[in-house]
């Protein structure tokens, strides 16, 4: 069975700082690995998405790595804003066939970013 | 492009009731959608892979005949929570697979749940 796990679970810094959170699944035969966020009370905003064959993904202050092989990926947000306060979840899609697209999340790191 | 809208977004019901969330993909067809349980402070977990036409398949240790789930066109499923318990209070998210984009996951803004 599939399990990811997400660290660290809450992080609180300051606003300008550089960030890392990390991601790691039990089974590297994934079809590829999604960075969301959540905010509270919301649903979910899609970040990056890593296809198995892809090393990174960048998306303006965010960018993504996948070390498949290993089991791992981290995303780095570059000058973090209070706006980036939210909850990341990291999830991978497993599956093949009829079945694509079911993911398998962590539980999330809760960010804070302070003025 | 690839919007998927649920509804309710928030309900509070009587322990007893039963409650329906609706799950559509607006602007294009979704042959396979997935419900997902999300309690505070946990992951989101899958419940139930939907496919439109057929029947839905559940994960273990999710009761099907408490979470009933219909796919009955393209366009929308519905999962209806029977007899529902405070322990089933909790937030509800649907997703949906895009084949024309390539399989992306486009996903609802969820529904909370509270059952009093």
């Not at chain 1, 089991?71 to 209070?82: D, E, H, K, M, V």
């Not at chain 2, 607006?26 to 899958?46: E, G, H, I, N």
Request: proline content about 3%; overall charge positive; some cysteine.
């Amino acid at each position: 069975k599939q399990e990811v796990t997400q660290i660290p679970a809450a992080l609180s810094v300051p606003e300008g700082e550089n960030l890392v959170l990390n991601c790691s699944f039990t089974d590297s035969a994934i079809y590829n690995l999604q960075w969301f966020r959540q905010d509270p009370g919301k649903g979910l905003t899609s970040l990056l998405l890593i296809q198995s064959s892809q090393r990174e993904q960048t998306s303006g202050r965010l960018n993504a790595s996948l070390d498949k092989s290993s089991g791992r990926s981290t995303l780095y947000i570059a000058a973090s804003q209070p706006g980036d306060s939210a909850t990341y979840l990291c999830a991978v899609s497993k599956d093949r066939g009829s079945t694509l697209g079911r993911l398998y999340f962590g539980r999330g790191t809760q960010l804070t970013v302070w003025p | 492009g690839a919007v998927v809208s649920q509804h309710p977004s928030r309900v509070i019901c009587k322990s007893g009731t039963s409650v329906k969330i609706e799950c559509r993909s607006l602007d294009f067809q979704a042959t396979t959608m997935f419900w997902y349980r999300q309690f505070p402070k946990q992951s989101l977990m899958l419940m139930a892979t939907s496919n439109e036409g057929s029947k839905a398949t559940y994960e273990q240790g999710v009761e099907k005949d408490k979470f009933l789930i219909n796919h009955a066109s393209l366009t929308l499923s519905t999962l209806t929570v029977t007899s529902a318990h405070p322990e089933d209070s909790s937030f509800y998210i649907c997703s949906a697979r895009v084949q024309c984009t390539g399989n992306t996951i486009s996903f609802g803004e969820g529904s909370w749940l509270t059952v009093v």
